[in-house]
Every structure is written in structure tokens, then in C-alpha cells.
């Protein structure tokens, strides 16, 4: 499955929405790119 590179081109609700049409398991991981948490990465568990 193709994903964005950058959440900014798309919005979550979108992604997951992609995710779960596409019937994906496995782990997504975000990472923040700015502000005071950058660095922070966030896990979203899928599973089919």
C-alpha cells in the first residue's frame, strides 16, 4: 500500500480510513517533526 511520506498531504482520519478499506495489519508509527515534541513517535496497532 502506498502511504504519504508526510501526514500534511493528508489527514488521519483519511489514513486510517485508506488502512482499514485495505483490510492492513501491522503497526503504524508517526513521528512528530515539530514543536515541542518533536522527535515523539506515535504506534497505532492495525489488525485485520
Known amino acids: 500500500m502506498q502511504l504519504p511520506g508526510k501526514l500534511s498531504l493528508s489527514t488521519l482520519g483519511d489514513l486510517l480510513g485508506a488502512l482499514h478499506r485495505g483490510r492492513t495489519s501491522?503497526?503504524?508509527v508517526l513521528r512528530e517533526t515539530r514543536g515541542l515534541s518533536a522527535g515523539r513517535r506515535h504506534?497505532?496497532?492495525?489488525?485485520?
Open 26 to 28: 501491522g503497526v503504524l
Open 43 to 48: 504506534h497505532i496497532h492495525l489488525r485485520s
